[in-house]
């Protein structure tokens, strides 16, 4: 049972980048920084609404590889530099919260926590993720996915080095 509740602690991915905090946070503060690297690699990414503060939400839409998705980025706390928390979802074209389009039963809320720390211009970024109002059967997929969610996330900061290498030019 410990082995349980160990896992259970969800989605924990750490980071470095050549960048100040305030620019890596506000990568995820504007639309159009927002749109040139959130997502997987090979998608486009188009922002339909953004209300960057605690209760807003950003509406997106991820067009690649022949599918079409929407998610949805419900704002909690926002402390600029140090500390996003929203809850993600995926969403459909109207933004209202949906399953997964995956043949799986996913949560339909995440709850992520991200971070930022620096030292000597290069910010270190946790990103801490957990599913929130889920069914046992939901928790048990979300956790069956870690490897996957990781590999996900990975390339999804794969392209906010290059965003942020680029800005920094």
Known sequence: MEEQSEKRTGLKIVREFKAPKT?????FASPEAFEQWWGPAGSQLTVESFDFKPGGKTHYKMDGNGHVMWGLFQYKNIQ???LLEFINSFADAAGNIITSPFPM?????IFNQITLEENN?????????HPINATPAQEETYFSIMDS???G???TFDQLEVY???VQQ
């Open 121 to 129: 211009g290069i910010t270190t970024l946790t990103i801490q993720g």
């Open 164 to 166: 942020l290498a680029e």
């Open 105 to 109: 039963d996913f949560p339909l809320e």
């Open 80 to 82: 600029r530099p140090n």
């Open 153 to 155: 996330f990975g390339g």
């Open 149 to 151: 969610m990781q590999q």
């Open 23 to 27: 620019l890596v946070f506000d990568a």
